[in-house]
């Protein structure tokens, strides 16, 4: 699909839409729309486009309105069911989908997913907590991705990995303190940048 064509009259809250969205140019579009004005009643709308179960859209405060809904694809008048997604919480079988897996995964595998995510989490917070003490620093985790943050790994865990892998067998102890290294107020930058003073000349 290129291109996807939705008009839309008279179809629970929405009074008219009439927009072509060029899959061409963009694969993302975002519509925006203040509360109360559109979402709720676009949901619904292209629920019907996915299943045809549901009773055809209209307007519920003015029957007698007439309602237009066409949904178009590639000049292509739709007359059978579209693969669409809604994602609606007022659905009863919604679950909250603040983690994406609530979106490409079954609820199986959404719940295996959660699991291991929480697993995760809860080791990661013990070791944290465990670098915090061995530290004494009260920000290692920000200091932490300070280091070794790049382009290519923006993952705390992908960044430990790749910390862990650096270091081998390497199992030596360091006499120097963690803040000599990870230095926050910048008093180690500031002595590298000073001018080199040479005995016996004149400043």
Known sequence: MKKLKINLENCYGIGSFDHLFDFSKSSTFIVYAPNGTMKSSLARTLRFFADRKTDPPCDR???DRVPKFELILDDQLT???VDILVVDPEQPDYDAAH???????????????DA????LEKKKTEFV??????????????????AFQNDDQQNFFDLLTVAFQALGEDTRLYKFRYND??????NVKKFLEKKP???GSVH
């Open 61 to 63: 405060f003015f029957p």
């Open 79 to 81: 007359e059978g069911n």
């Open 99 to 113: 983690k994406i897996s609530s979106f490409v995964a079954s609820k199986e595998l959404k719940r295996a997913y």
């Open 116 to 119: 291991i995510y929480e697993d």
């Open 129 to 146: 907590r465990k670098l915090k003490r061995t530290s004494q620093s009260t920000d290692c985790e920000n200091e932490f991705f300070d």
């Open 181 to 186: 290294v990870f230095d926050r107020k910048g």
């Open 197 to 199: 003073r040479i005995p």
